[in-house]
């Protein structure tokens, strides 16, 4: 029995339980989502992007790597709100740094210093969490620019 992804379903798809073909299924099918969408951005195409990366957030809402395109995708777009907005579901969701780091330059942009002192404060505490040290020094650039 295999699992089918309805991309245009509001709905996560079911996973079978224990079998690592309908993984490997899901796992691919999101490397494929996450490819065509990183093409798009490459391309300029926002809106695109943006349809393909909210699929990607329905199927593995805990991969940082979707709310993070789909912030990009909202800037690139001159939708910063909405980007502040992508970011702070992947820090939620996905407890994403570098999502937290996005905010951070999203939240200077818009004049909010403060704020975005406290999400670089956050990406750094969870560098440390998952002892991510590309992570860390992201958070040491980041307080370089501010």
Same mark, same amino acid.
């Given at each position: 029995?295999?699992?089918?992804?309805?991309?245009?379903?509001?709905?996560?798809?079911?996973?079978?339980?224990?079998?690592?073909?309908?993984?490997?299924?899901?796992?691919?099918?999101?490397?494929?989502?996450?490819?065509?969408?990183?093409?798009?951005?490459?391309?300029?195409?926002?809106?695109?992007? *943006?349809? =393909? +990366? %909210?699929?990607?957030?329905?199927?593995?809402?805990?991969? !940082?790597?979707?709310? /993070?395109?789909?912030?990009? $995708?909202?800037?690139?777009?001159?939708?910063?709100?909405?980007?502040?907005?992508?970011?702070?579901?992947?820090?939620?969701?996905?407890?994403?740094?570098?999502?937290?780091?996005?905010? *951070?330059? =999203? +939240? %200077?942009?818009?004049?909010?210093?403060?704020?975005?002192? !406290?999400?670089?404060? /956050?990406?750094?505490?969870? $560098?440390?969490?998952?002892?991510?040290?590309?992570?860390?020094?992201?958070?040491?650039?980041?307080?370089?620019?501010?």
């Amino acid at each position: 029995m295999s699992t089918q992804i309805d991309l245009r379903s509001s709905r996560t798809p079911e996973r079978s339980e224990g079998t690592v073909a309908n993984e490997n299924q899901v796992a691919q099918a999101v490397e494929a989502l996450y490819a065509t969408a990183h093409w798009l951005l490459g391309q300029a195409r926002y809106k695109d992007a *943006a349809e =393909v +990366l %909210r699929a990607m957030c329905k199927v593995v809402p805990e991969d !940082e790597r979707g709310w /993070l395109g789909l912030g990009q $995708a909202h800037e690139g777009a001159g939708q910063r709100l909405i980007a502040k907005e992508m970011y702070v579901t992947g820090v939620t969701l996905a407890r994403g740094g570098r999502c937290a780091i996005a905010l *951070a330059r =999203v +939240l %200077r942009e818009l004049g909010n210093d403060s704020d975005a002192s !406290e999400a670089i404060d /956050l990406a750094e505490e969870l $560098a440390k969490d998952t002892d991510d040290e590309a992570l860390s020094a992201l958070v040491t650039y980041e307080r370089g620019q501010s």
